[in-house]
């Protein structure tokens, strides 16, 4: 039982270089998240999609590219690493928009930028 | 903008003592209400729900109760346990800048460490 994946775990970049954090899901959720945690702050949500071929901005999208190609799938595009996008990057989905509907989160992948 | 406020921690307890960790929002309409523990190394998992005023979310022994008139949603335990070390989220259902679909907002979290 699956779940949300994410990878990689763990991760350190260098300034100004690119990368994509991946996400798979195997629940056939519609809506998918990308949310940031930094320390001692709670999740800020970055981008999400509430299906195929359908993104949009969260809270703090700027730095950041998503696509989703299919339904499983929300990978998350850096393309200019910067120091502040040291985080911790979670990835959730959920079965549909309403306001019962909880959501289900990968393990998270940690990114260092130095 | 939609909000939520949680006690700051750290807390540390010993095993079978009671827990409390405060919850306040602030919101437009009537949002849902969430409790969501994270393990060391893990994601967020969803410990209890409430979807309206009064109502009761309960789960592996915590407890916590939709109060509108008080806007708060505090966690409650009887007797913790070195297994509930964790850091604890509060978070509600909020609308997105775009409008339409909903995002959770989330507190800052509170890590509780259970002492033997």
């Known amino acids: 039982n699956a779940g949300v994946t994410q990878t990689p775990k763990f991760r350190i970049l260098k300034i100004g270089q690119s990368m994509t954090l991946q996400c798979t899901q195997d629940?056939?959720?519609?809506?998918m998240y990308w949310y940031r945690q930094d320390p001692g702050m709670g999740l800020k949500l970055i981008y999400y999609?509430?299906?195929?071929?359908?993104?949009d901005k969260g809270e703090v999208p700027n730095g950041y590219n998503v696509s989703r190609s299919t339904t499983e799938d929300f990978p998350l595009r850096l393309e200019l690493a910067a120091p502040s996008q040291t985080s911790v990057y979670f990835c959730?989905?959920?079965?549909?928009?309403?306001?019962?509907?909880?959501?289900?989160f990968g393990d998270g992948t940690r990114l260092s930028i130095l | 903008g939609d909000s939520v406020t949680q006690m700051e921690g750290p807390v540390t307890l010993s095993e079978e003592a009671f827990l409390t960790i405060n919850c306040t929002y602030t919101?437009?309409?009537?949002?849902?209400l969430f409790w969501y523990v994270q393990y060391p190394g893990e994601g967020l998992q969803l410990l209890l729900k409430?979807?309206?005023?009064?109502d009761k979310g309960s789960n592996k022994g915590f407890e916590a109760t939709y109060r509108k008139e008080t806007t708060s949603f505090h966690l409650e335990k009887g007797s913790v346990q070195v297994s509930d070390s964790a850091v604890y989220f509060c978070?509600?259902?909020?609308?997105?800048?775009?409008?339409?679909?909903?995002?959770?907002?989330f507190g800052k979290g509170t890590k509780l460490t259970v002492n033997p």
């Open positions: 919101a437009t309409g009537y949002p849902s």
């Open positions: 409430a979807t309206k005023a009064d």
């Open positions: 978070a509600l259902t909020g609308s997105l800048p775009q409008g339409g679909s909903e995002k959770l907002v």
């Open positions: 629940m056939n959720h519609n809506y």
């Open positions: 959730a989905s959920g079965e549909g928009q309403g306001r019962n509907q909880p959501q289900h």
């Open positions: 999609s509430v299906g195929a071929g359908i993104t």
